[in-house]
């Protein structure tokens, strides 16, 4: 078994912040077996980059090392009394898997229609949106342990997701390299529209009892609205995390701040997820520009790359806008992105 590896090889086009850097070497993947082959070479003997969709990366500088671009693809399922099981590869476009299920009437992603990246990338930042989460419909993963060499399978309990955390983004990080990805979802009808951005979506539609189509549609719609689309203009979509507080702490932030109508969820009765890009617009960088990096005009939480910003140009903002949140509201936000 033979695989090309380049040298010196651009990631321009393998990021979605369009930030021009360059890995040492870069090879992809697109079986088991190939990833099982390429271990057992001396060519992972040095630092190792696992690369989905690119859409979750920040680079600031060249990879010196090898980037390993997950191709598995395919899509296939079955279906029981209640439920349909889907099997996707890791290289699968997320939002084609989503399509997959909606078109079946498979219930569980629609509300996290249009999430940039892979399915492989989906368990190692449980992505989720609009009051849905990979862990809600993740039965299990497969991945490859690099250093005992062997493919392990993971339930959803090992993967122990939390928000926007797994096993992979922190305990195992880079140990294992998902390979596939099975969702158990309903064939029952099953609407979360806890988000009132829906309904607001459906209520302009007229939609009084919507399909799983017209979910998918909507929240595609409300994120084409509020996101750039990475073709056009540099970014990877929600830059930071939506902070969690306790409760006390956002009463102390209304009784010192009147005047602030704070964007937030309860979660349960001693916390609460407040909108970061509520807080981030707030403090006035919502729109604005630092050179070529910048902030979505229609949505705070996106950083850009307007054309020719680095990767550090688009990090030292992200430090700005953590620092003023910080000073006005003593919320440190986290971000989502991993910075390399």
Same mark, same amino acid.
């Given at each position: 078994?033979?695989?090309?590896?380049?040298?010196?090889?651009?990631?321009?086009?393998?990021?979605?912040?369009?930030?021009?850097?360059?890995?040492?070497?870069?090879?992809?993947?697109?079986?088991?077996?190939?990833?099982?082959?390429?271990?057992?070479?001396?060519?992972?003997?040095?630092?190792?980059?696992?690369?989905?969709?690119?859409?979750?990366?920040?680079?600031?500088?060249?990879?010196?090392?090898?980037?390993?671009?997950?191709?598995?693809?395919?899509?296939?399922?079955?279906?029981?009394?209640?439920?349909?099981?889907?099997?996707?590869?890791?290289?699968?476009?997320?939002?084609?898997?989503?399509?997959?299920?909606?078109?079946?009437?498979?219930?569980?992603?629609?509300?996290?229609?249009?999430?940039?990246? =892979?399915?492989?990338?989906?368990?190692?930042?449980? +992505? !989720?949106?609009? /009051?849905?989460?990979? *862990?809600?419909?993740?039965? &299990?993963?497969?991945?490859?342990?690099?250093?005992?060499?062997?493919?392990?399978?993971?339930?959803?309990?090992?993967?122990?997701?939390?928000?926007?955390?797994?096993?992979?983004?922190?305990?195992?990080?880079?140990?294992?390299?998902?390979?596939?990805?099975?969702?158990?979802?309903?064939?029952?009808?099953?609407?979360?529209?806890?988000?009132?951005?829906?309904?607001?979506?459906?209520?302009?539609?007229?939609?009084?009892?919507?399909?799983?189509?017209?979910?998918?549609?909507?929240?595609?719609?409300?994120? =084409?609205?509020?996101?750039?689309?990475?073709?056009? +203009? !540099?970014?990877? /979509?929600?830059?930071? *995390?939506?902070?969690?507080? &306790?409760?006390?702490?956002?009463?102390?932030?209304?009784?010192?701040?009147?005047?602030?109508?704070?964007?937030?969820?309860?979660?349960?009765?001693?916390?609460?997820?407040?909108?970061?890009?509520?807080?981030?617009?707030?403090?006035?960088?919502?729109?604005?520009?630092?050179?070529?990096?910048?902030?979505?005009?229609?949505?705070?939480?996106?950083?850009?790359?307007?054309?020719?910003?680095?990767?550090?140009?688009?990090?030292?903002?992200?430090?700005?806008?953590?620092?003023?949140?910080?000073?006005?509201?003593?919320?440190?936000?986290?971000?989502?992105?991993? +910075?390399?």
């Amino acid at each position: 078994m033979k695989l090309s590896v380049k040298e010196h090889f651009s990631l321009k086009e393998y990021n979605t912040f369009g930030v021009d850097a360059f890995a040492r070497q870069f090879v992809e993947i697109h079986t088991e077996d190939e990833l099982i082959h390429l271990f057992s070479q001396p060519i992972v003997k040095q630092p190792i980059l696992i690369l989905g969709g690119g859409s979750n990366i920040l680079f600031t500088k060249d990879f010196e090392g090898l980037v390993i671009k997950m191709n598995i693809g395919g899509i296939s399922h079955t279906v029981a009394e209640t439920s349909a099981i889907v099997v996707a590869g890791a290289g699968v476009v997320w939002n084609d898997l989503v399509w997959y299920c909606v078109d079946r009437h498979f219930w569980g992603v629609e509300n996290m229609a249009l999430i940039p990246g =892979t399915a492989g990338a989906a368990p190692v930042q449980n +992505i !989720g949106a609009y /009051g849905a989460e990979l *862990k809600d419909v993740l039965l &299990s993963c497969r991945a490859f342990d690099t250093i005992r060499g062997e493919i392990s399978t993971f339930d959803n309990a090992a993967c122990r997701f939390s928000y926007r955390e797994s096993i992979f983004k922190n305990e195992a990080k880079g140990r294992y390299i998902i390979t596939s990805v099975t969702l158990q979802l309903s064939l029952k009808p099953n609407i979360n529209t806890s988000y009132g951005a829906i309904n607001a979506e459906l209520s302009r539609r007229n939609i009084a009892q919507p399909t799983i189509k017209d979910i998918a549609e909507v929240v595609s719609a409300i994120r =084409t609205e509020k996101l750039p689309d990475p073709s056009t +203009i !540099g970014n990877s /979509g929600s830059f930071f *995390k939506n902070p969690i507080v &306790s409760t006390q702490h956002l009463k102390q932030l209304q009784s010192t701040l009147p005047d602030m109508n704070f964007v937030y969820y309860q979660l349960d009765d001693n916390w609460v997820k407040i909108a970061a890009g509520w807080l981030i617009e707030q403090c006035g960088w919502k729109g604005k520009r630092v050179g070529d990096a910048g902030t979505w005009k229609n949505q705070a939480l996106v950083l850009v790359n307007h054309h020719n910003a680095s990767g550090s140009d688009i990090y030292n903002l992200s430090e700005q806008i953590i620092q003023d949140v910080n000073e006005r509201f003593g919320i440190t936000l986290e971000r989502e992105v991993n +910075i390399i």
